[in-house]
């Protein structure tokens, strides 16, 4: 059975928890220390920039919210992409689990701009 969260905003916070730690477990390299910073950064904000779209003053505001969101994944995806490859991670599982995630989430935020959009 799938036990993933139905809801977003706890999915996305487990997600920037997940990075979180991630992060501190990276081995002590200069571009485990650059990317980790990175990806820190934009792997924890969309969890932060949804509970701001959540209080969208338009439906305009809210769809810019959305995408920054968006934005955010697209970026963590890309730099656990190039961790992975470059094999900057302490154990694979943890970082293929995260692309995983991450793909998923950028899955769903496409379809909610999108549904969002044409309301």
Do not use: W
């Not at 995806?77 to 490859?85: A, E, G, R, S």
């Amino acid at each position: 059975m799938n036990d993933k969260k139905f809801d977003l905003e706890d999915r996305l916070i487990d997600f920037a928890v997940s990075i979180i730690k991630f992060v501190e477990n990276l081995p002590v390299s200069k571009s485990a220390i650059h990317l980790g910073g990175q990806l820190l950064r934009s792997g924890t904000s969309p969890s932060l920039n949804y509970g701001e779209a959540k209080s969208g003053e338009s439906k305009n505001d809210f769809v810019h919210k959305m995408k920054v969101c968006l934005k955010e994944l697209r970026e963590s995806y890309n730099c656990l992409k190039i961790m992975h490859k470059a094999m900057i991670y302490k154990t694979e599982q943890e970082v293929l689990y995260l692309i995983q995630e991450c793909n998923e989430l950028i899955s769903i935020f496409v379809k909610s701009i999108v549904t969002a959009t044409k309301k």
